[in-house]
């Protein structure tokens, strides 16, 4: 089937430390984005790209990186500078990036804790 | 500034009622809409999706919803709700990203 697969589920972080969120698309999407989900607050968005090699800012991208080295791939790190990092991080891809018509797939989602 | 609002952040209904949630909207440009849905334990999901044409919009589950231009709002609605209704719900508008709005909690009680 295809999908995305977010891994792990559950993620534990210790002060100071850097973390990678994988995310995996066998959709053949162009675009894939990272949200973080916090109560009340809807989705907000992280980081997207809409091709490989190329990625852009969201609105909350402090504290976080990613690459695109791969269509298939589009790894998150959250960083030791990201202060408040618990939340639950949502990976997401589409057909093509710059149109508005296209839904995007969601996966389900790492539920990030700091120990 | 571009933005998606959802006035109801938690509803609580009874089978067989009726539901309406609220979304409003800030955007000068093309107005592309979606509802999203997440069900307990599983991924976000479409519901359903306005691009242009007829302003009543009929999703899966037999959710719909209307835009209203001059309201600048997109609310969904379903005539009688069940009790695997329950679940959050996300309208989000599409400006070159996606901007969803802060979610509603429906919990439909049997």
């Known amino acids: 089937d295809g999908g995305i697969t977010q891994s792990p589920k559950y993620l534990f972080r210790k002060e100071g430390q850097n973390v990678t969120l994988s995310c995996e698309q066998n959709?053949?999407?162009?675009?894939m984005y990272w949200y973080r989900q916090d109560p009340g607050q809807g989705l907000r968005l992280i980081y997207y790209?809409?091709?490989?090699?190329?990625?852009q800012k969201g609105d909350i991208a402090e504290g976080y990186s990613v690459s695109r080295e791969k269509k298939e791939s589009f790894p998150l790190t959250v960083t030791s500078a990201q202060k408040n990092p618990t939340a639950f991080y949502l990976c997401?891809?589409?057909?093509?990036?710059?149109?508005?018509?296209?839904?995007?797939?969601f996966g389900d989602g790492t539920r990030l804790s700091i120990l | 500034a571009q933005s998606v609002s959802q006035h109801n952040h938690h509803v609580i209904l009874s089978e067989a009622a009726s539901l309406e949630l609220g979304c409003n909207y800030s955007?000068?440009?093309?107005?592309?809409l979606f509802w999203y849905v997440q069900y307990p334990g599983q991924h976000l999901q479409l519901l359903l999706k306005?691009?242009?044409?007829?302003?009543l919009v009929k999703g899966i589950k037999g959710f719909e919803a209307e835009f209203i231009k001059s309201k600048f709002s997109f609310n969904l609605r379903k005539p009688s709700v069940q009790w695997s209704d329950t679940a959050e719900y996300f309208c989000?508008?599409?400006?070159?990203?996606?901007?969803f709005g802060q979610g509603t909690t429906l919990q439909v009680k049997p």
């Open positions: 790209s809409q091709i490989v090699n190329d990625f």
């Open positions: 997401a891809s589409s057909i093509a990036g710059g149109a508005g018509n296209q839904p995007q797939h």
């Open positions: 959709l053949n999407h162009d675009a």
């Open positions: 955007y000068g440009g093309t107005v592309n």
């Open positions: 306005y691009f242009s044409g007829d302003p």
């Open positions: 989000a508008l599409y400006t070159g990203k996606l901007i």
